[in-house]
């Protein structure tokens, strides 16, 4: 920070140069306005003190004369009225001399020669009117024009001469206050004009000093950044100017820096996960290619097994039936083996070609009714459901696009796992329901069997994991593993629901068709009555339900027969 208090920074600059102009145009507002003042009492001493002193000047003289006429007029007539006009004019000149002494206060000159008009007025009336008038009346008109004589004459000449003076000192008076005047108007226009000058100068000076000072910097640093800004994050951004644009550079060059670590940084990472998905693609290849081969692999060998295979089995079954009791026990025994395994081995390969057709031999996508499908279930499994009494039931499913033969093969996986892990002391009973979650139909299976514990709910849908030995459940373990492959060939997904009390519940997605989706959106998802699900397309569940009794018949039953039937409301078959 300290390189940055080296030299004042752009605010002290401005200021200062702002501080300068302001000083300069308050002294110039101040010596104008003491101008303005002086020049307004200038022009009020021309319009109101020396104009007026001038008609003053001259209502005197006028009274003086009137005061002149008078006195001859009665010297000639001696009549009383003729002085009416001398007394009015000495009211006049007292009352002009007061009004003249006001305005002439600031004016000595002007007083003095007033001073000298009201001293030959006063010994013009002392020496002539007023002995001629006193004449007069005494003696008569002859005698007081006997008084009035030249030397009287060029008594009151004076008087005029001395309110010539009096005018005379008044103009010049009246002229030195007009010369002021111009004299002030004429600075105050060159103040203005200075004032002007300031303001066009500390303009100029301004505008030259942002140029320098702000413009020149601001537009350099500009085109660094658009420089940087363009790709060249190792361009060095360098500021000049003021101290604030410098320590802005600075600023703006740390992040430049951090940019570009940040970048590289970006960049090896970049090129790592390219590297990392190069090698991942390499592998995804090789892993379909190793999937493709080993379900090649895993038809060729189960289908070329079957005629071996087949062959074994029918000669070891015609050794059991021709020489069943004609050997010893033990031969007997083996032989059952070998029957047993042949037929073990036939039921795995099946298994196993039908896991690896799963995907690879497709007959394309259609609407399929699972309803429909659940009722082919049900013709299936018809013979383990009588065998083990168990019940099968079922609310009004959807329709879904899919293969309905894999539709139907996971179903009758999962209901025939339902009767084979059955309780030996209850009997089976199986339900399958359904209930639409955002845009997927959620079917579950739930049953009342011997369960499945938590930590065990993701190994059994893995190809040949066995929970229980083949004495005790038979079966080749793969299943559940056909029910994941034929549900994720759908784009769905199956779990073990876990949070079941009683027996066990599998959950499997598949995704629900557009139509189904926007009828749930307004009235929100409905549920069932099977197990809290809704059932998608708004229908009650116990709209009909029908019955199959062991023997095969079928009735229709109406929702309150349904009712007492069912559980659920909806689709039953009950066997056993």
Known sequence: ??????????????????????????????????????????????????????VQAQELMSALL???????????????????????????????????????????????????????????????AEPVIATTERSGPSAGQALITDQTRQQFDSIRTAVDALQAEILEVRQETADKVNATSNVLVVLLVIAALVVAVAGAVLLLSLDRILIRPLSGLVSQVRKVASGDYRHHIEGSGPPEFRLLADDIDLMRQKIARELDEV???????????????KQAEELTRSNRDLEQFAYVASHDLQEPLRKVASFCQLLQRRYAGQLDERA???????????????????????????????????????????GDVAGQTEAARQYAHAELSWDKLPVIRGEEPLLTNLLANLVSNSIKFRRPDLPPKVHVSA????????????????GIEPEFADKIFVIFQRLHSKDAYPGTGIGLAIVKKIVEYHGGRVWVDTDTPEGTTIRFTLPALPEDVAAAEPAGDEESTGDGAATGDGVEDAAVSVTRQ???????????????????????????
């Open 1 to 54: 920070m300290k390189a940055y208090e080296q030299g004042w920074t752009l605010r002290r600059r401005v200021v200062v140069l702002l501080g300068v102009v302001l000083v300069l145009l308050l002294g110039l507002a101040a010596a104008e306005a003491t101008l303005a003042a002086k020049n307004r009492q200038n022009i009020d001493a021309v319009l109101l003190k020396t104009g007026p002193l001038r």
């Open 66 to 128: 009137d005061q002149e006429t008078a006195v001859r007029g009665y010297a000639v007539n001696a009549d009383r009225n003729d002085l009416m006009p001398y007394q009015d004019g000495l009211r006049r000149e007292r009352d002009t001399v007061a009004e003249m002494r006001k305005l002439a206060v600031n004016y000595p000159d002007v007083l003095r020669e007033m001073g000298v008009v009201e001293q030959r007025a006063a010994e013009w009336r002392t020496a002539v």
């Open 267 to 281: 960049r090896e990472a970049r090129e790592r996960i390219e590297w990392v998905n190069s090698q991942l693609q």
């Open 332 to 374: 007997d025994q083996y032989i059952a083996f070998a029957v047993d395994g042949a037929q073990r081995m036939q039921r795995l390969i099946n298994d196993l070609l039908a896991f690896s057709r799963i995907g690879r031999l497709t007959t394309g996508f259609t609407e399929v009714d699972l309803n429909k499908v659940m």
């Open 435 to 450: 209930r639409l979650v955002d845009d997927e139909w959620e079917i579950s299976c739930r049953d009342n069997g011997i």
């Open 550 to 576: 062991p023997d095969g018949t079928a009735r229709e039953e109406t929702p309150e027969g349904a009712a007492r039937d069912s559980e659920t409301g909806g689709m039953k078959e009950t066997v056993g």
